[in-house]
C-alpha cells in the first residue's frame, strides 16, 4: 500500500502561482506513476497531469498544458504541480494517485479511474 500526502493548497488571486506537493510513503517500489486530479464543485473529479517515476515522462490534459508543469524528486518521493496564471476555474481540490500504469494511461482512465493509491486531496481556490 502507498500512502499520499497533499499540501501546498490555498487562497490565490487570478493570475497568481500554487504549487502543490504529492509525498509518498509505503511501498513506493511497486508505483509507476503518479497523477495529478482536480474536483471542482458540483462536477466530477478530472485528470490534470502525470509523470512516470523511472522516466520523467509526463502527461497532460490538453486543457491544463502551458500553465501546468508537473515534475517529481526520486530522492524525496515527492510529485509537484506547478500552476501558474490561475484562474476562477481551476478552485477545486486536487488530489494526487499513484498506480502501476504509465502516465498516459492513468490520464486515458481519467478522474474515474481505479487506481492503486488515493490522497486525501488539497484545497486550491482562486479569487477572481
Known amino acids: 500500500q502507498v500512502q499520499l500526502v497533499e499540501s501546498g493548497g490555498g487562497l490565490v488571486q487570478a493570475g497568481g502561482s500554487l504549487r502543490l506537493s504529492c509525498a509518498a510513503s509505503?511501498?513506493?517500489?511497486?508505483?509507476?506513476?503518479t497523477g495529478w486530479f482536480r474536483q471542482a464543485p458540483g462536477k466530477e473529479r478530472e485528470f490534470v497531469a502525470a509523470i512516470m517515476w523511472s522516466t520523467g515522462t509526463t502527461y497532460y490534459a490538453d486543457s491544463m498544458k502551458g500553465r501546468f508543469t508537473i515534475s517529481r524528486d526520486n530522492a524525496k518521493n515527492t510529485v509537484y504541480l506547478q500552476m501558474n496564471s490561475l484562474k476562477s476555474e481551476d478552485t477545486a481540490v486536487y488530489y494526487c494517485?499513484?498506480?502501476?500504469?504509465?502516465?498516459?494511461?492513468?490520464?486515458?482512465?481519467?478522474?474515474?479511474?481505479?487506481?492503486?493509491?488515493w490522497g486525501q486531496g488539497t484545497q486550491v481556490t482562486v479569487s477572481s
Open positions: 494517485a499513484a498506480d502501476r500504469s504509465t502516465a498516459r494511461a492513468m490520464g486515458l482512465k481519467g478522474g474515474t479511474g481505479d487506481f492503486g493509491s
Open positions: 509505503g511501498r513506493t517500489f511497486s508505483t509507476v506513476s
